[in-house]
């Protein structure tokens, strides 16, 4: 069936790809590979290089994916697990054992040859990979992942780290010349900061965490390594490989709440590091915590709200297939994906109706379905927070132009494309994180340039169309506002070579492959006027190898 849009454009109206009802399956139509077998906890803690039984309370963990017990009409949110709820106290332990692991520098880890510490690294990555299908079923189960997307986040983080050992043996290799300039000889070398603290997102619980954790390690630093809110049973099959892999106190894992554990390990002041994905309002409270907040070196991923522009020249089909893509990747739930999506007024009608049809053509379902792109959302809260949104556009005078758009069943939304949306909508103001996709019409460019301007986000945003001398200019009118500008392609952080950034309230420092090692360091110099005796001196160090840090020795 079809309908008409107000400047007459057809609107499918077709079933779309769900039912409301019978969403959910029986436990018994689980595919008995992905089965949960009696759940997975955590029952055990590591700090110090022990693994040790929690004494204390625990949180349940509650999978977003609802079954139906046999016999029963309602399907139940799954219970799944459980994890150690520490405290302040414990936490500290853990800080404790990280500073004394460091030793102002001179513990163990951070005195490892570069070439040690690769190899502590490359037993963790053995280790890791031997528990792929653990961690990749729990990141279905706990954040409704699909498995497709699981397989890929594991694999894509085992590439990582893989890469980020290549990567530092070129540092390696570059730090290991002497220059003469103006007179002195020096050496500069990258050392590590000190105590990092680690924090992760729910959305990305092993990519985006194991993109700061493992780099802090292989650049010496000792580590506090707090899971994500969602998705820290996965961390559980991993706990051993830590433990085996690493030296007693370099890695330590905490569990809890954020405001139980977190704040007392900013205010001690002994965090020397903080890497945090997260929202700005959280960073900068947990920043302020800090006794000496100009000596706490941090890496943030913070809110993002990023727009594709659309063209009156752009392809359609390519706009749309990338757009729906990047506002419904994992349901939205990225920080890269596209928010709201603003439109030339003289295509948006068509746009609207593509867009629409193509999110009725996406599959709902369990994360273990073929080909499902659409499944449950795993934050208690959001489902009604997202129909918020909604009735806020519609009463404000948007429609939901897809069909079942905005409606729901437990913890399952069907994404909603809001059309016309303007600036009162909220959806227009507030990142959603999650299927609801906002479309806004623009007549001239400066509309355009003013919403991006007037942003408090920066990440990233997709410019749409063809003719290159616009979108040259707008490159260039835009170029200063965010961290990467994608043609005619959705918004993305990978490939993981490329810097991920951003500008005002949306990241502080550059990560990449090259560049986090560059973050969890310092650079250091070994300098000395360039007389005899000194260039005596050196070389007697370097040839007699007295100093692990003053050596011409590299890896290949
Ligand atoms: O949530 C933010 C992630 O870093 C996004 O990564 O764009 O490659 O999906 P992605």
């Known amino acids: 069936m079809q309908k008409k849009t107000k400047s007459g454009s057809e609107i499918s109206t077709e079933s779309a790809n769900w039912s409301a009802n019978d969403f959910f399956p029986d436990i018994e139509s689980v595919p008995e590979k992905f089965r949960q077998k009696g759940g997975v906890s955590i029952t055990e803690t590591l700090v110090n290089g022990q693994l040790k039984p929690w004494p204390g309370p625990f949180a349940e963990v509650r999978s977003p994916i609802c079954l139906r017990a046999t016999g029963t009409e309602e399907p139940q949110p799954l219970v799944i697990g459980r994890t150690p709820l520490m405290d302040g106290h414990a936490a500290l332990e853990a800080l404790d054992s990280a500073v004394e692991a460091y030793g102002q520098g001179r513990g163990t880890w951070p005195s490892l040859s570069v070439a040690q510490r690769i190899e502590h690294v490359e037993q963790f990555l053995v280790e890791m990979r031997s528990h792929r299908e653990a961690v990749v079923e729990l990141l279905m ?36 010349r002497f220059e003469t300039v103006g007179g002195v000889v020096a050496q500069t070398r990258r050392l590590p900061v000190g105590v990092a603290l680690c924090m992760g997102p729910y959305n990305y619980p092993l990519n985006e965490t194991f993109t700061t954790l493992i780099p802090a390690l292989i650049m010496g630093n000792t580590v506090v390594f707090k899971p994500a809110k969602y998705g820290v049973l996965l961390i559980g099959p991993l706990l051993e490989a830590f433990q085996k892999a690493f030296p007693a106190g370099v890695i330590n894992i905490i569990f809890g709440r954020g405001r139980d554990t977190i704040g007392p390990l900013m205010k001690s002041g002994k965090v020397d590091m903080f890497a945090f994905i997260g929202t700005h309002s959280g960073a900068s409270a947990l920043k302020q915590m800090h006794p000496k907040p100009h000596r706490l070196k941090a890496v943030l991923g913070l809110d993002a709200n990023n727009p594709a522009i659309v063209l009156a020249d752009a392809d359609l089909d390519l706009a ?136 408090e986000f920066g990440q990233q945003l997709s410019i749409f169309g063809s003719d290159p001398a616009a979108i040259g200019g707008l490159i260039d009118v835009l170029a200063n506002q965010v961290g990467r500008i994608n043609l005619n392609s959705q918004c993305q952080r990978g490939p993981d070579t490329l810097p991920f950034n951003g500008r005002k309230n949306s990241a502080e420092g550059t990560l990449s492959v090259s560049d986090a090692l560059r973050v969890f360091s310092i650079r250091t110099t070994i300098a000395a006027k360039s007389s005899e005796s000194n260039r005596d001196l050196v070389t007697s160090i370097v040839r007699e190898r007295h100093s692990r840090t003053l050596t011409t020795d590299y890896l290949f």
């Not at 189960?141 to 070129?170: M, P």
Request: net charge negative.
């Open 320 to 455: 749309v297939s990338e757009c729906v893509a990047g506002a419904l990747s994992f349901n939205g739930q990225r920080c890269t994906a596209l928010k709201l999506l603003l439109v030339h007024e003289s295509l948006a009608d068509e746009f609207v109706a593509r867009v629409s049809k193509a999110v009725d053509n996406l599959v709902a379902g369990m994360p273990w379905q073929p080909n499902v792109s659409l499944t449950p959302l795993p934050e208690p809260g959001k489902i009604d927070y997202l129909k918020a949104l909604v009735s806020d556009a519609e009463a404000l005078g948007a429609r939901v132009t897809n069909t079942g758009g905005g409606q729901a069943n437990g913890t399952y939304f069907h994404p909603a494309v809001l059309y016309p949306v303007t600036t009162k909508m909220r959806a227009y103001q507030e990142e959603q994180f999650g299927p609801v996709i906002p479309v806004v019409t623009f007549s001239d460019e400066s509309e355009v340039i003013r919403h991006v301007r007037e942003s």
């Open 141 to 176: 189960w706990e954040i409704g992942k699909t498995y497709a997307d699981a397989c890929k986040e594991f694999d894509r983080t085992a590439d990582y780290i893989q890469d980020t050992i290549h990567e530092l043996k070129v540092l390696d290799r570059r730090s290991s």
